[in-house]
């Protein structure tokens, strides 16, 4: 148990620091995790919308595939990702390989089939309640797809949280394309997987306390914004 | 809502403005794990920075892995420790000079009840013979690396084929870091590299259990990229570091790398044990 005292403590003391290195560590886990989340929510509550409004050969084919894809193995993007950046690759002449940008593009890539199946399923209930009204109103099916979102509210900020809580934890993409560079690519859970591997294990401990108090501030923070918002 | 829309994007964007900034001229080492998790490379890194304004991107690999990502095209240089690899990929034509620049020893790591009593002998064939006899838990990398491939050619001495081995070998398919964890967890043994050993904070009960044999020997090489293969690589400012590696300066730093009293690596110009 000294291990896990060791590394609160250790926690505690990292965060109020103030070291320079942990804390651009930190803006740069917090960048690309945002930035992914950010592009998946808008790519994937689009995308959930279009797919509860419009009636498309192939529309429950799609609905089934980014239900399948919440589980995709980030190892599986990231290699793949790899495979089409390095300098041999398809994509190579953009120079992303081992860069920042690469790794936001994978997190986009494991986010959002998340966002797109949780707005699905509540753009779906909106629609079966309010579809027909709306479209009686005179609306078509793209404009409804806003009015829908706007409906939704909540289980948008539930996806985008849900995409957030993905990319802030993963670390089998990023690894590979990113490439743990140390002041360049390394992020808070890159960081865990080195120092675990030197060792230092309560070190990496509190690494990871450290991330929990983030993700736990900022959905905190989210959620107090919706809650001011929902009161009149 | 559009403005809400306009907002997500807004701020996507500059998010991505934030991780795409300029910055100094920098290359990539594709470098062997332990110089950089020993925190050599951490060390030194600086000093190569104030004389030459270069940064350097280490991406730490397995050997095998870190040859591999050169051959690809997605590495300026390569810093690796297993010398038939090295053959190959210089033989390819991937390589243009190879130069060793610093060197240390492998040791096989185990619990300190010794099981299969290697402590005292400095025979690293034998000693592989004792762990085959006596069944006694062994991690092996598994992974390609410089030491995997030792490994591999010390069971071929020993005329043993771990492939015909008991559960007792653990295939762990990981770095060095992993092993040792892993070696720490079972009570087992390991062969490790001395740099990587002495950073190595979660011990248990692992200790020295043989060291001292000359086929250990474990030089780092420095290898620079061939333009014909690889036309876009940043090869200048890569021969820039590897001449600073093998510099005295660059040697000096090397040699002067110490964690708790212990030097980790020998500069390339400090006498082998004979």
């Not at chain 1, 199946?117 to 806003?146: C, F, K, N, S």
């Not at chain 2, 892995?65 to 990929?89: M, N, S």
């Not at chain 2, 904070?201 to 474990?218: V, W």
Request: aromatic share 8%; hydrophobic share 50%.
């Amino acid at each position: 148990m000294d291990d896990f005292s060791n590394a609160v403590a250790l926690a505690l003391r990292l965060i109020l620091s103030g070291d320079a290195e942990l804390y651009a560590i930190i803006r740069l886990s917090l960048t690309v995790s945002l930035a992914a989340a950010l592009i998946a929510g808008v790519l994937g509550s689009v995308a959930g919308a279009a797919l509860a409004v419009f009636r498309f050969p192939g529309r429950r084919a799609l609905v089934l595939l980014a239900n399948s894809l919440l589980g995709l193995p980030p190892v599986v993007v990231g290699l793949a990702a790899y495979i089409l950046f390095s300098r041999a690759g398809p994509l190579g002449a953009w120079g992303l390989l081992f860069t920042p940008p690469a790794m936001v593009i994978v997190q986009t890539v494991l986010a959002t089939p998340i966002v797109t199946a949780i707005v699905h399923r509540a753009a779906e209930e909106m629609w079966a309640l309010y579809g027909d009204g709306l479209q009686m109103a005179g609306a078509t099916r793209a404009e409804i797809i806003p009015e829908l979102l706007k409906l939704a509210r909540l289980p948008l900020l539930t996806a985008l949280l849900a995409g957030f809580g993905r990319t802030i934890s993963e670390v089998g993409a990023i690894i590979i394309v990113g490439g743990n560079i140390a002041g360049f690519t390394r992020t808070m859970t890159t960081a865990i997987a080195l120092q675990t591997s030197m060792g230092n294990l309560p070190f990496a401990l509190a690494l990871g306390l450290v991330l929990i108090t983030i993700s736990i501030a900022l959905n905190g923070a989210a959620f107090a914004i919706a809650d001011r918002r929902k009161r009149p | 809502m559009k403005s809400r829309f306009v907002f997500f994007v807004c701020a996507a964007l500059i998010l991505l403005g934030g991780v795409a900034r300029a910055e100094d001229p920098f290359i990539v080492l594709a470098s062997t794990t332990s110089v950089d998790n020993s925190g050599l490379l951490g060390q030194i890194l600086p000093l190569f920075k104030k004389t030459s304004g270069i940064d350097v991107h280490v991406v730490a690999l397995g050997t095998g892995q870190a040859l591999d990502t050169a051959r690809r095209g997605d590495a300026d240089l390569v810093l690796v420790h297993d010398p038939d690899a090295e053959d190959l990929f210089m033989k390819e034509g991937h390589g243009i000079t190879r130069r060793e620049l610093a060197w240390n020893d492998f040791i096989i790591v185990g619990a300190k009840a010794d099981p299969a009593k290697l402590i005292g002998g400095h025979d690293v064939v034998a000693g592989f013979k004792n762990i085959w006899n006596a069944g006694a838990p062994f991690v092996s990398r598994g992974d390609k690396s410089g030491t995997d491939a030792l490994e591999k050619r010390i069971w071929k001495m020993a005329s043993l084929d771990p492939t015909k081995a008991g559960p007792w070998f653990k295939d762990i398919g990981g770095g060095m870091g992993a092993a040792l964890n892993a070696a720490a967890g079972l009570d087992a043994y390991t062969l490790a590299d001395r740099g990587t050993w002495i950073s190595f904070k979660n011990r248990a009960t692992l200790i020295i259990t043989l060291e001292g044999d000359l086929r250990l020997l474990n030089r780092y090489d420095v290898i620079e990229l061939d333009p014909k293969l690889h036309p876009k690589a940043k090869l200048d400012l890569a021969k820039k570091f590897a001449d600073w590696l093998v510099s005295k300066e660059g040697q000096a730093a090397i040699g002067a790398y110490t964690l708790e009293g212990e030097k980790l690596f020998h500069p390339e110009a400090d006498a082998k044990p004979t």
